[in-house]
């Protein structure tokens, strides 16, 4: 009795670690990029790929529940060193400008770089034979220093290897070096492009992990090493269709246990061409939810930041009319920096250099603060010549009535100055909407972002453009009634030309 008792004792501890231990949040950018971590086709809501099999497996070893977290390519070093998530993997090269910044597990893919042409292409089969040449890759890469290197080379760098090849198939370029499992995904399943030559230089992919955090970098480690000893990092690259020679000696494992590529063909038949429009229609339709969510977080960003800034534009515009010497030239000096700034360097600047003075925001509040303060001083220029429009008199009078200054603006000049910018706030409110688009870099996922996702996935740029574009259109229509039911209100009483 005193055994089980002990027994269930254990096996409480134990449950009760497991429900209090922190989440392992890790990040990558899922926008795109098989066979690293995708969104499966055949399901948008559902995360996939090699990698998050591999983080999920490794987060239960170590006792963790993963908790993924979506960011941009670019900030997914700068989101772990402040903070934002424990972990990155999505393919991240081991290399030494890397290592300055962060740190690294030990390395769990070893691969190569290879390089695809057309179908009719002869003689593109080595670095020096590209020189001449124009050549696509990623940027920040391996492959792209090593193109760099070599000279002669027309380099066109991308943000997305499906763009790169099919710029390649349009044959805007006449080759493309990228990481081979890359190709695998997005050469090899196209007829019109071919692998050719052998494998260029060497890369390892690792887990980056911000510097300081030892012990973790050894929990993370010791997994690793488990999964190669037991053969489960074979299995999973085993199923993406992965597992290489290279693989093999890297590892050790020896295991000839064959290992059907079930997430390889998956993939091939998720992303396959649709035959006919009824099935082209079908998967348009399995858009929507995604669309959906996304249309949403626009909406929310772009409704919050658009009130920020009608407020905040409205005090620099009094500000700068009726303040004081000193307040005029510090609400100059505001809009015409913001102005003279672009919006996606005051985003970053928001959310990743502020941290540094102690000033951490969540992404959405960082990206309405943003879009706000930058929108602001455009609204405070149009509430400057609202101002301006309503005539001198106005105020004259109000004043001869013994209201104050404050009085005489507030109820006489603001209301009628706004009838006249109504119609440009409009404007800018449809444009902040396009504009909020920038915010994918701060990790909320709002509908362009969306597109990139869907059209990368499925090469399907037209069609999903089309109702990208119509989720924003129904959007800002809404908006643009209301408009012109407040032009109307707001103008009934004045008098209105005679028509002759």
Avoid at 139 to 145: A, E, F, I, P, V
Avoid at 263 to 287: C, E, I, K, N, V
Avoid at 302 to 318: E, P, R, Y
Avoid at 411 to 424: D, E, G, I, K, S
Wanted: hydrophobic share 45%.
């Amino acid at each position: 009795m005193r055994a089980l008792c002990g027994a269930l004792a254990a096996v409480w501890l134990l449950l009760s670690g497991a429900a209090s231990a922190e989440p392992l949040r890790w990040a990558a950018d899922a926008q795109s990029g098989a066979p690293y971590v995708i969104h499966d086709p055949a399901d948008q809501s559902k995360l996939t790929g090699y990698e998050t099999e591999l983080i999920e497996t490794l987060a239960k070893r170590i006792g963790r529940a993963p908790v993924f977290v979506q960011n941009d390519w670019d900030g997914l070093i700068p989101g772990l060193n402040r903070g934002l998530y424990d972990v990155v993997l999505d393919g991240i090269e081991i290399t030494p400008e890397h290592q300055e910044a962060v740190d690294f597990s030990a390395p769990y893919y070893r691969t190569y770089e290879q390089i695809a042409v057309r179908r009719d292409a002869v003689g593109l089969d080595t670095i020096a034979a590209l020189r001449g040449h124009v050549v696509g890759t990623l940027k920040d890469t391996t492959s792209q220093r090593l193109l760099e290197k070599a000279g002669g080379i027309t380099l066109r760098s991308y943000e997305d290897e499906t763009n790169a090849y099919s710029d390649l198939a349009n044959g805007r370029l006449d080759a493309v070096m990228l990481d081979a499992p890359i190709a695998l995904y997005y050469a090899v399943p196209d007829p019109r492009l071919k692998l050719v030559g052998a494998p260029i230089g060497e890369l390892s992919y690792g887990i980056a992990i911000a510097k300081g955090h030892d012990a973790l970098r050894q929990q993370i480690d010791d997994g690793l090493e488990g999964m190669r000893r037991d053969g489960t990092l074979r299995r999973i690259l085993g199923r993406w269709a992965m597992w290489t020679p290279e693989m093999a000696a890297f590892t050790g494992d020896a295991s000839t246990e064959p290992v059907a590529a079930t997430a390889w063909q998956h993939w091939l038949q998720a992303t396959r061409p649709t035959p006919g429009w009824r099935d082209r229609m079908d998967r348009y339709a399995s858009f929507l939810p995604l669309i959906g969510r996304a249309a949403l977080m626009t909406l929310a960003v772009s409704a919050c930041a658009m009130v920020l800034a009608v407020a905040w534009g409205l005090v620099l515009a009094l500000s700068r009319r009726y303040g004081s010497w000193p307040l005029r030239m510090l609400a100059t000096g505001y809009i015409e920096i913001v102005r003279g700034t672009p919006l996606l360097i005051q985003i970053l600047f928001i959310f990743y250099g502020l941290p540094s003075l102690g000033v951490r925001l969540d992404p959405f509040l960082a990206g309405v603060i943003a879009l706000g303060l930058n929108y602001a001083a455009y609204e405070a220029e149009n509430y400057r010549a609202g101002l301006q429009s309503v005539p001198h008199g106005q105020m004259e009078a109000a004043l001869a009535l013994n209201m104050t200054q404050f009085q005489a603006v507030r109820h006489v000049v603001v209301p009628q100055a706004f009838r006249f910018v109504v119609p440009v706030m409009t404007n800018d409110f449809i444009s902040l909407l396009k504009d909020s688009s920038l915010v994918s870099v701060i990790t909320l996922t709002e509908l362009t972002q969306a597109y990139v996702r869907l059209s990368t996935t499925y090469y399907d740029y037209f069609g999903t453009g089309l109702l990208i574009g119509a989720a924003y259109l129904l959007l800002g229509l809404p908006f643009v009634r209301l408009a012109r039911i407040a032009e109307r209100r707001l103008s009934a009483g004045v008098a209105q030309p005679r028509r002759r």
